[in-house]
């Protein structure tokens, strides 16, 4: 290999790195520094030239990241989640997908001068709203009630809709210019579904035999998957150009929601694989773009972006939530939420190779127009949404709901009291009977590891402003706090005390840990032992003459005080490093046993869970 070509493609995968890891510490959107990151190195300073360094791979390099983004993509979509959502999903989708094409089409045809053809695949290609800034943004914002679901799922379900209608369109026009006639475009929309649709079905029942037969071994299994894709990408495209996304997507959503393998492997797999082929694919990319192309958009290239936030989005939103029952806040902030992303850069930087090739003319405006876009929707909304949400008081500046790690006997009672009480609260847990028992008890869960890459898309962080790390195992705690600490901060990240032995064999470092909840011996397995004893954990309004010493003093020592209550219905957590303390008008919380030995006193069934005693002995993990 050529020096210049290893310096290169050394350079391209470095700075990618490092820009997502420099937007990650700055709290920007990634997209943003990598597009920066990509002009830099390439058409101003001339560091990396994607077409010297890869040629005629060039393409089919692009098609086959876009290929397995698609499919990880896929593999996000979750039937049952996103019936949770409701219709709103769907009019957002369906209605609002069509009314931003159709606006982006005639921004594309009037503003840009684009013939009908390439305007309508320009519009098809910004239907997506970019997942991967999507997702972040929501983690900066933590949005309350259902807005934050509908924009995570909206995101993730338009981003293979998208590409697929570009398939389909694309389709239209090369068969329309080549044959011009109608029976052969409505027959190459046919075959594109029926071969990629058909093809990803199929691959996805075979690999789920694959895994559910054991005919691989562990460490084989995601290079199997890996090869499952590519090949169905590949061969979908020989019977029908461009179908091969739609069979990546397919494939990864049937795979997705069969129930005979565990494929949580292969999704961390894809997931960590995305974040490099993210960071390459952008930089490659917009290394292409000349300074000239963008500045041949001139004014109206400025114009396009103003129209897509400020028309197209608003009316598609519009459309979308007539007879809605979302609030006008919810609407607005919607209406404010589209950034575009990798799949429309890689997407119309494939068609427009393609459509050059075929010698159509204005097919060079697609990828300065798409980019145009990707940079102006970025900028303003990741700039500017966190702001706006709390101005429309759809996301708090001080959220007062938990999120707990942990869903055993003594986490349930706290969340059920906490939920009785109008305060959110998500429970996360990997053991799968514990989610079952939280469920029953009408508490929101999410089954699976708070540490992996799916948790962090899926959870809704949305009115959670606090983290309680609560599970068996100390280790894990630890782990917990320093993993969101980016996202509550350490002064809002709590976990039990740990076990005496643990702190003594690890050298437990205070300055990594979160704060330490209730008191030092407060460790889980005295909790779990109070809780299988018969304590409960009560809610008690204080008064003036019923206050804290009189509340310590009727329940005696073996009480452990865990909260208050504030008149304002805030939440102050009572920690080794804060005193318990309570004013007349709050409400302590406490896991008590009662005097009187009635362990679940009648008078307040509102602070009493009626688990299933047969689950107490049983932890999570």
Not at 188 to 197: F, S
Not at 505 to 512: E, G, I, L, N, V
């Amino acid at each position: 290999m050529h020096p210049s070509v290893l310096v290169g493609l050394t350079l391209i995968l470095v700075s990618g790195v490092l820009a997502q890891w420099v937007a990650w510490r700055l709290g920007l959107p990634s997209i943003l520094l990598l597009l920066a990151v990509g002009f830099g190195v390439g058409p101003w300073l001339g560091w990396v030239d994607p077409d010297l360094l890869f040629g005629e791979m060039l393409l089919p390099a692009v098609s086959m990241a876009v290929a397995l983004i698609l499919y990880e993509g896929g593999l996000t979509l979750r039937v049952a989640e996103l019936k949770n959502v409701g219709g709103d999903l769907w009019r957002l989708i369906l209605i609002g997908g069509a009314v931003s094409w159709l606006v982006s089409l005639l921004a594309g045809r009037y503003v840009l001068g684009l013939s009908w053809p390439l305007a309508s695949l320009l519009g098809a290609v910004l239907i997506v709203t970019g997942p991967t800034v999507i997702a972040p943004l929501l983690r900066q914002m933590r949005p309350a009630g259902r807005i934050g679901p509908l924009l995570k799922w909206e995101g993730i379900v338009i981003d293979p809709i998208g590409a697929v209608a570009a398939v389909l369109i694309y389709e239209v026009i090369v068969a329309s210019a080549a044959h011009g006639a109608a029976s052969v475009v409505l027959g190459g929309a046919l075959k594109t579904i029926v071969y990629g649709g058909g093809l990803g079905f199929v691959s996805a029942v075979l690999l789920t035999l694959v895994l559910n037969r054991y005919w691989v071994p562990d460490y084989l299994q995601n290079a199997v998957s890996l090869m499952l894709v590519l090949a169905t990408f590949a061969i979908s495209n020989q019977l029908q150009h461009e179908s091969g996304l739609l069979a990546v997507t397919v494939m990864g959503f049937v795979l997705s929601n069969q129930r005979k393998a565990d494929v949580q492997h292969i999704v961390a797999f894809k997931a960590n694989l995305q974040v490099l082929l993210i960071a390459v694919l952008f930089i490659v990319l917009a290394a292409r773009l000349a300074p000239a192309d963008m500045m041949s958009l001139g004014i109206g290239g400025i114009a396009f972006v103003a129209i897509l936030i400020f028309v197209g989005r608003p009316l598609s939103i519009l459309a979308s939530t007539i007879g809605s029952k979302l609030k006008r806040n919810e609407v607005a902030l919607l209406a404010w939420m589209a950034p575009r992303g990798i799949v429309a850069a890689a997407v119309s930087s494939v068609f427009a190779l393609r459509l050059e090739e075929h010698g159509f003319k204005g097919a060079e405006v697609l990828v300065p127009a798409t980019f145009a876009a990707i940079v102006g929707t970025v900028a303003v909304y990741g700039l500017t949404a966190p702001y706006i949400a709390r101005r429309l008081g759809v996301a708090d500046a001080d959220p007062q709901g938990l999120l707990i790690i942990g869903a055993h006997p003594f986490a349930r009672q706290l969340a059920k009291l906490l939920s009785d009480r109008s305060f959110r609260v998500q429970l996360v847990d990997s053991n799968h009977e514990n989610i079952s028992a939280a469920r029953m008890a009408g508490l929101q869960t999410f089954h699976g590891s708070a540490l992996a890459e799916r948790a962090e898309d899926e959870l809704d962080l949305g009115g959670l402003g606090k983290l309680l790390a609560l599970t068996p195992n100390d280790s894990i705690n630890l782990l917990v706090v320093q993993h969101y600490a980016e996202v509550f901060g350490k002064a809002n990240s709590y976990q039990f005390a740990p076990r005496k032995a643990y702190a003594k064999a690890h050298s437990f470092d205070k300055r990594h840990h979160g704060r330490l909840l209730f008191n030092e011996s407060a460790d889980f397995d005295h909790l779990n032992d109070c809780i299988q004893r018969g304590f409960t954990i009560k809610a008690t309004p204080l008064t003036e003459e019923f206050g804290v010493a009189e509340f310590l003093q009727r329940y005696g020592g073996s009480l452990v005080p865990l909260f208050a209550i504030t008149e304002s219905k805030r939440i102050r957590l009572f920690t080794t490093d804060r005193s318990v303390a309570a004013e007349a008008g709050e409400t302590i919380v406490a896991l008590v046993e009662d005097p009187e030995g009635d362990s679940k006193p009648q008078s307040q069934p509102e602070s009493t869970v009626d688990e299933n005693s047969a689950e107490k002995t049983q932890p999570s993990i």
